[in-house]
């Protein structure tokens, strides 16, 4: 029976999580760092994901986002919007589809100057068959996908 009430309380909980509105920059539930910590000015300047350290932090929409070093820090301050991942860093492909995803920060993309991040690679890949199509769509299903 305490078996049964338990589970009965977690998923409640569970459900009710999921009844309010998502955040409109990803974190994960019990994180506040945006891109799971990796530097999003390196994606441009570098071309590739890199880890930032908890010392070049800065909070921006209420999350904490992470740089590799105070150069990139200091670009991000100048021009977020320039550096910030489309969709608040949700997975772009999931957007696409008019839902919400986690996504890996070492499977993104820059198109047009904006920086997108996918679920994982294989959505990735699906993801740069029609990537043109998709960021119509995500664009047209973004913030509504939040609530």
């Known amino acids: 029976m305490r078996y049964i009430i338990k589970l009965l309380v977690i998923s409640s909980l569970i459900f009710s999580f999921n009844s309010f509105a998502k955040d409109p920059i990803y974190t994960g539930y019990f994180s506040s760092k945006a891109v799971s910590g990796y530097d999003t000015v390196a994606y441009f300047t570098q071309s590739k994901a890199v880890k930032g350290l908890k010392k070049f932090n800065y909070e921006y929409q209420g999350e904490d986002w992470y740089f590799s070093n105070n150069q990139h820090l200091a670009l991000f301050k100048q021009d977020p919007e320039k550096y910030a991942p489309q969709y608040g860093g949700y997975c772009?492909?999931?957007?696409?589809?008019?839902d919400t995803a986690s996504s890996d920060?070492?499977?993104?993309?820059?198109?047009?100057?904006?920086?997108?991040?996918?679920?994982?690679?294989?959505?990735?890949?699906?993801?740069?068959?029609?990537?043109?199509n998709f960021i119509i769509k995500a664009d047209q299903n973004w913030p509504h996908v939040l609530n």
Do not use: R
């Open 92 to 98: 772009a492909f999931a957007v696409a589809k008019n």
């Open 105 to 132: 920060p070492e499977q993104w993309t820059i198109e047009n100057g904006k920086l997108y991040l996918n679920y994982n690679a294989d959505i990735k890949q699906q993801w740069l068959a029609d990537k043109a």
